[in-house]
C-alpha cells in the first residue's frame, strides 16, 4: 500500500469511528423518502452539476492567468471566516500575525520562521463555489488555490488514475486528488500551508497532500481536544510525512495525542500557544481582557453546554444534565449568579434555550465561553474543549456523565476536574465543586491565576468594572 492510500484510509477510519463514538444515543428522525424525478427534474440536475463547471472553469482561467498563488516559497494561511473574520482593508500578513498571536511577545509566524521575505495568500475555507464577500477583498478561497494548483491536464491525469487505481470509488478519487496536489507542492518547493482550521474534508486532504512533499512545510493550530478515534489518523500522518510539520497548542500544557505532542511548537520556555478565535475578536495588540469586579465578586457558577450533530441537542440527554444542575443551584443556592454559555452552533438566540433558561429564572452572557472561564471559579460541563480549558487555568470542573473511552485519558486525569458517574452523583458532587471553588481566592491564588492566564493563554488581565456581563 502507498504511503498517500494509507493516509486517505486512515481519515476515512477516523472519520466514521469518530461519528460512532460522539454520535448521541437517540434514534435519528427518519428521512422522507423521495419520490420519482421526471424529465424535467433531470434537466434541473443537470443544470445545476453544469453551471458551477462553467464558473470553476472562467474561475480558473482567472487564476491561473492573474493570480501568483503559483509561486514558490509562500505561505498559504487556510482560515475559516466565520471563525477568524478578517477586518477591512487589512494587509494578508497583518491578518496572520494578528489572529496568531501567541502567549509570547511574537506570532506563531515568528517562531515558524517565517519572514517577509514569504509572501502570505490567504485561502477561506467556504462552501461550494461560495465568493468572499467585499469585506474579504484580497482572499481567494480554498477552491481557488486548488484550481490554481491544477489544470485540465492535471484533472485529466487525475480522473485516469483514479479509475486504473483499486478499492472504492471514492478512496480512488481522494487518492488520487492528493497524488496529483501533492505534485504541485513538489514543483513549488518552500510553500509552507497553516492551517488555522481543520473542520473540512478539503482542507484535509490538502494537508495530506502537502504532507507528502519533502519540501513543504505544514502547521496546524489546534483549536480544541481531540476524541481518540482521531489518534490513529494522526499516528499515520506523523508516520507517513515526507515534509516537516508542526502543530500549536490551543492553549500551553493541554494534553494532546503523543504524535501531536512530539511535533509541538516550543520555545526555551515550553510551548507556543495561540487561540484564533480569540485573538481575531480581541482588538487590543496584546489580548487585554478586562474583569467585571461586579461579576468577580459574585462567584458565578458557568454551565458550558454541548451540541449534537445528529438531532435537536434539547432533546438529548446531555441537555437534561444540565438543566438537573441548573435547577439543582436554582434550589440549594437561589442567590448565586448561574450562567449558561451556548455551544457557538446554538447561540444565545435559541428560541428553545431562552424559554428554558426563563423557566429557571436564568439567562445567558454577552460574554464569551472563555471571558466567563476568567470570572467563574466552577464550571460544569461534558466535552467541551471550554471545559478542559478551564482546567488549564486551575478552575475547578464538574464533567457531568459521558463515555471516557471518547477522551484521552491525560486529558481526564486533570487534579482540577471532578467526574459524575450519573445524574444523582452529579448533583451531589456538584456542592464539592463549590465548595473547592470557594476556598481559592486567597491572593497567591489570584496572582498564579494571571500568571497562568499569561503563559498559557497569551492573555492579560485588567479590572473594568465597566465591563458588560
Given at each position: ?8 484510509q486512515?481519515?476515512?477510519?477516523m472519520r466514521?469511528?469518530?461519528?460512532r463514538?460522539?454520535?448521541d444515543?437517540?434514534a435519528q428522525?427518519?428521512?422522507a423518502?423521495?419520490?420519482q424525478?421526471g424529465?424535467r427534474?433531470?434537466l434541473?440536475r443537470?443544470?445545476a452539476f453544469?453551471a ?7 474561475r480558473?482561467l482567472?487564476l491561473?492567468f492573474?493570480?501568483?498563488l503559483?509561486s514558490?516559497n509562500r505561505?498559504?494561511f ?5 471563525r ?5 482593508s487589512?494587509?494578508?500578513a497583518?491578518?496572520?500575525?494578528r489572529?496568531?498571536?501567541s502567549?509570547r511577545?511574537s506570532?506563531?509566524?515568528?517562531h515558524l ?5 514569504h509572501r502570505?495568500?490567504?485561502?477561506a ?5 461560495t ?8 482572499t481567494?478561497?480554498?477552491m ?8 485540465p ?8 488514475d483514479?479509475?486504473?487505481?483499486s ?18 507542492f ?10 488555522s482550521?481543520s473542520?473540512?474534508?478539503?482542507v484535509?486532504l490538502?494537508?495530506?497532500a502537502?504532507?507528502?512533499a ?7 493550530v ?21 515534509g ?10 493541554l494534553?494532546?495525542?503523543?504524535s501531536i ?8 520556555d515550553?510551548?507556543i500557544?495561540?487561540n ?10 496584546e489580548?487585554?481582557i ?5 461579576l ?13 450533530a ?7 440527554e446531555f ?9 439543582k ?9 448561574v450562567?449558561y ?6 447561540g ?10 426563563e ?10 465561553t ?13 466535552f ?12 475547578q ?15 481526564l486525569?486533570?487534579p482540577?476536574i471532578t467526574?459524575?458517574?450519573s445524574a444523582?452523583?452529579?448533583q451531589?458532587?456538584l456542592?464539592q465543586v ?7 481566592q ?9 500568571r ?7 492573555i492579560?488581565l485588567?479590572h ?6
Amino acid at each position: 500500500m502507498d504511503r498517500i492510500t494509507r493516509v486517505v484510509q486512515a481519515h476515512d477510519k477516523m472519520r466514521s469511528d469518530t461519528q460512532r463514538l460522539v454520535s448521541d444515543q437517540n434514534a435519528q428522525a427518519p428521512r422522507a423518502a423521495s419520490g420519482q424525478t421526471g424529465r424535467r427534474n433531470h434537466l434541473a440536475r443537470l443544470g445545476a452539476f453544469l453551471a458551477p463547471l462553467m464558473l470553476w472553469g472562467l474561475r480558473w482561467l482567472q487564476l491561473r492567468f492573474g493570480s501568483p498563488l503559483q509561486s514558490s516559497n509562500r505561505v498559504f494561511f487556510i482560515f475559516d471566516p466565520a471563525r477568524t473574520p478578517r477586518q477591512a482593508s487589512e494587509a494578508p500578513a497583518a491578518f496572520m500575525d494578528r489572529v496568531l498571536r501567541s502567549n509570547r511577545a511574537s506570532s506563531v509566524g515568528h517562531h515558524l520562521g517565517i519572514s517577509r521575505t514569504h509572501r502570505v495568500s490567504l485561502l477561506a475555507v467556504l462552501p461550494g463555489i461560495t465568493r468572499p464577500g467585499t469585506d474579504l477583498r484580497g482572499t481567494d478561497t480554498l477552491m481557488d488555490g486548488i484550481l490554481a494548483w491544477m489544470g485540465p491536464s492535471q484533472l485529466a491525469a487525475l480522473i485516469w488514475d483514479a479509475v486504473h487505481r483499486s478499492g472504492p470509488v471514492s478512496q480512488r478519487l481522494k487518492t488520487a486528488f492528493v497524488a496529483k496536489v501533492q505534485s504541485y507542492f513538489s514543483a513549488h518547493p518552500g510553500s509552507h500551508i497553516i492551517l488555522s482550521t481543520s473542520n473540512s474534508y478539503l482542507v484535509e486532504l490538502i494537508r495530506m497532500a502537502a504532507l507528502s512533499a519533502q519540501n513543504t512545510t505544514v502547521t496546524e493550530v489546534l483549536h480544541g481536544i481531540a476524541a481518540t478515534s482521531m489518534e490513529p489518523y494522526y499516528d499515520t500522518l506523523s508516520e507517513t510525512a515526507l515534509g516537516p510539520h508542526h502543530y500549536v497548542n490551543l492553549v500551553a500544557d493541554l494534553p494532546q495525542f503523543t504524535s501531536i505532542e512530539a511535533h509541538l511548537l516550543c520555545d526555551a520556555d515550553g510551548q507556543i500557544a495561540s487561540n484564533v478565535s480569540l485573538n481575531a475578536r480581541l482588538a487590543d495588540p496584546e489580548n487585554k481582557i478586562a474583569l467585571n469586579q461586579s461579576l468577580l465578586s459574585a462567584r458565578p457558577v458557568l454551565i458550558i453546554g454541548g451540541y449534537s450533530a445528529d438531532k435537536d441537542y434539547f432533546e438529548t440527554e446531555f441537555f437534561a444534565q444540565e438543566r438537573q444542575i441548573m435547577a439543582k443551584l436554582r434550589e440549594t443556592a437561589p442567590d448565586r449568579r448561574v450562567i449558561y454559555s451556548p455551544h457557538p452552533q446554538i447561540g444565545r438566540s435559541h428560541p428553545t434555550l431562552k424559554n428554558e433558561l426563563e423557566q429557571l429564572g436564568l439567562a445567558t452572557s454577552a460574554l464569551s465561553t472563555l471571558e466567563l472561564i476568567l470570572h467563574c471559579p466552577a464550571v460544569v460541563g461534558t466535552f467541551s474543549s471550554s471545559a478542559f480549558e478551564a482546567t488549564m487555568l486551575e478552575r475547578q470542573v464538574l464533567l457531568l456523565p459521558f463515555d471516557a473511552a471518547i477522551l484521552p485519558p491525560a486529558l481526564l486525569a486533570s487534579p482540577y476536574i471532578t467526574r459524575a458517574n450519573s445524574a444523582e452523583d452529579a448533583q451531589e458532587k456538584l456542592e464539592q465543586v463549590l465548595e473547592k471553588a470557594d476556598q481559592e481566592q486567597s491572593p497567591d491564588h489570584l496572582q498564579e491565576f494571571a500568571r497562568l492566564c499569561m503563559t498559557r493563554f497569551g492573555i492579560s488581565l485588567v479590572h473594568d468594572s465597566e465591563h458588560p456581563s
